[in-house]
């Protein structure tokens, strides 16, 4: 992407889906407040058991599976939210949580879940140096292979 296109890219919840918007944060949503209301009642919601295969225990946690809290430490307000959003969040039990999914596994579910625009929005987050970059491209570049 060339640099001067960046600040268009800026996530937007204009790249979301009309159906899940409401499942996105607004800039100045209160985090917490955001998580217990919205986000965690729709992710357990989604997965009705813990996120990973064959585990079919009730889920507890929500861990933030592509994008970390620690990636997008030091952003204002307005994008770091953009971490607490479905397609960057799974259910987990207690125990598969102590082992959590690698970023590869929970990208490559969102967009067999959610649709390859996930991509678009990972890669749109502000980041000065993405740390998924590289997976994205990996994933983009399988893709195109077929
Ligand atoms: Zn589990």
Known sequence: MAKK??????????????????????A???????RTDVLIPH??????VCWVEDCW??????HEGV????DVQGWANK?????????????????????????KEVILWAIEYYGLWVLDWFEALPFTVNPIRGLIEEIRGNIWKG
């Open 5 to 26: 296109n960046r600040a268009e890219k800026i996530v937007d919840v204009s790249m979301v889906p009309d159906w899940m918007r409401e499942f996105f944060p607004k």
């Open 28 to 34: 100045g949503t209160s985090l917490p407040k955001w």
């Open 43 to 48: 992710v357990l919601e989604r997965e009705g």
């Open 57 to 62: 225990k009730n889920p507890s946690d929500v």
């Open 67 to 70: 994008v970390t809290r620690g």
């Open 79 to 103: 994008y770091r939210v953009q971490v607490h959003v479905p397609i960057n969040c799974i259910a987990l039990c207690k125990e598969c949580h102590k082992y959590a999914p690698s970023r």
